[in-house]
């Protein structure tokens, strides 16, 4: 089984950066998954993982550590549309995805 | 537009009764999923079919069933609801699950009364 841990909550300015981490305990990790669910719609994707390091995407970063069982998405210039709950999901070794509770993003101006 | 289309977008049902939420995908994509979200729980998994003809159990599958007859359709059956299945639920589907995204449905809420 897993255990995937993310804030519930964060706040930020319109304009700044914020960093949304995500851990997770796994016996076999094969891919982390980052989505973005606005509310009353359903997720998105946004970026994916599966080797240590940083994947950029425009204004979203997506960074993994397998030693540390570790991720972070890095969003730059928030935008007010930037509001959303960001989802980490984590495969383990039959490819399907658990996904965390999720971190509920509030961007102010 | 390619993409999932879920059916219906919301219902009341009363407990005890039956119901069919029905989930079609044309992206021809081999696997698909059904999850439930509830506030302050995030999204699990109720049943998954990793290609057509096969269907498996996820993290929360009792009180209800699946049947994966074709690629495209993947409809998911509450035999007799209660209170507690009443949800927002999602499917989704992804071409081949090792490292490729989810593409979710735009849910389907149902309260069970």
């Known amino acids: 089984g897993q255990n995937i841990d993310q804030p519930t909550e964060m706040t930020a300015t319109e304009g700044a950066i914020v960093q949304i981490n995500c851990t997770y305990q796994?016996?076999?990790?094969?891919?982390l998954f980052w989505y973005q669910q606005h509310a009353g719609e359903a997720p998105t994707f946004l970026s994916y993982?599966?080797?240590?390091g940083l994947e950029e995407k425009g204004r979203f970063s997506s960074f993994l550590s397998r030693s540390k069982g570790y991720s972070y998405l890095l969003l730059k210039e928030l935008q007010m549309k930037d509001s959303a709950s960001y989802l980490c999901a984590v495969q383990e070794g039959s490819y399907i995805p658990t996904f965390g509770r999720g971190t509920s993003l509030i961007v102010h101006p | 537009t390619a993409g999932i289309t879920q059916a219906p977008t919301s219902q009341i049902l009363a407990a005890g009764r039956s119901m069919t939420l029905r989930c079609t995908q044309d992206?021809?994509?081999?696997?698909m999923y059904w999850y439930r979200q509830d506030l302050g729980l995030g999204l699990r998994l109720i049943h998954y079919?990793?290609?057509?003809?096969?269907?498996g159990k996820g993290e929360v599958p009792d009180g209800y069933s699946v049947s994966r007859a074709n690629t495209d359709d993947f409809p998911l059956t509450l035999a007799s609801a209660v209170p507690s299945q009443t949800s927002v639920y999602f499917c989704?589907?992804?071409?081949?699950?090792?490292?490729?995204?989810?593409?979710f449905g735009d849910g389907t809420r149902l309260s069970i009364l």
């Open positions: 993982n599966v080797l240590d």
């Open positions: 796994t016996s076999g990790f094969n891919g």
């Open positions: 079919s990793n290609t057509a003809g096969t269907t």
């Open positions: 989704a589907s992804s071409d081949t699950p090792e490292s490729q995204p989810q593409h």
């Open positions: 992206m021809r994509h081999n696997a």
